[in-house]
T-cell receptor, first 109, second 116 residues
Framework: GIQVEQSPPDLILQEGANSTLRCNFS?????LQWFHQNPWGQLINLFY???GTKQNGRLSATTVATERYSLLYISSSQTTDSGVYFC???????????FGSGTQLTVLP | EPEVTQTPSHQVTQMGQEVILRCVPI?????FYWYRQILGQKVEFLVS????????KSEIFDDQFSVERPDGSNFTLKIRSTKLEDSAMYFC??????????????FGPGTRLTVT
């Protein structure tokens, strides 16, 4: 099956700093989604981005499907950004999303 | 903006008991999913459901699990006889379409199941 690798596994930032999270995948995909899992375990939909660039406030994402990677940018980070960020992909006619292992982000005040 | 909702947010049950986790998908969506995340691990696919039938399931989804759309709005996951290793976050998702075209799966916030 498809492999999804996220980096870095852990990231500690000071409030106000910017960060880039990366998601590499091993095969062509027709769906890529980014999620934020908050400290209570809830999964929050961030972006649906099989290709191109999207922005939502301080967050933006870019997927370069031909090179099999996606980037999530967080600018001016806040303590509420802390949690785990997951990338998930779907290929072909598969119904399931395959998740990466996530990046654990900690934003310090 | 429409969203997927799940109830309860946290459920505690004793080993061997049956539990039903409930989800209300987005109203015009026809395709439904359950995923599971054991603490500290990846989110894993359990099952996909369409037109009152399971369309795909993983090896995790064994005979102790079942899914149902009991009415026009709810989608449920039943675990017949819970085990300690069923303790996890369970996420429901829905989508407007399936197939080879690109589409988004909308996830609910999850139900934390604790089996004691």
């Amino acid at each position: 099956g498809i492999q999804v690798e996220q980096s870095p596994p852990d990231l500690i930032l000071q409030e106000g700093a910017n960060s880039t999270l990366r998601c590499n995948f091993s095969d062509s995909v027709n769906n890529l989604q980014w999620f934020h899992q908050n400290p209570w375990g809830q999964l929050i939909n961030l972006f649906y981005i099989p290709s191109g660039t999207k922005q939502n406030g301080r967050l933006s994402a870019t997927t370069v499907a031909t090179e099999r990677y996606s980037l999530l940018y967080i600018s001016s980070s806040q303590t509420t950004d802390s949690g785990v960020y997951f990338c998930a992909v779907r290929q072909g006619s598969a119904r399931q999303l395959t998740f990466g292992s996530g990046t654990q982000l900690t934003v310090l005040p | 903006e429409p969203e997927v909702t799940q109830t309860p947010s946290h459920q505690v049950t004793q080993m061997g008991q049956e539990v039903i986790l409930r989800c209300v998908p987005i109203s015009n969506h026809l395709y439904f999913y359950w995923y599971r995340q054991i603490l500290g691990q990846k989110v894993e696919f359990l099952v996909s459901f369409y037109n009152n039938e399971i369309s795909e399931k993983s090896e995790i989804f064994d005979d102790q699990f079942s899914v149902e759309r009991p009415d026009g709005s709810n989608f449920t996951l039943k675990i017949r006889s819970t085990k300690l290793e069923d303790s996890a976050m369970y996420f429901c998702a829905s989508s407007e379409r399936q197939g080879t075209m690109s589409y988004e799966q909308y996830f609910g916030p999850g139900t934390r199941l604790t089996v004691t």
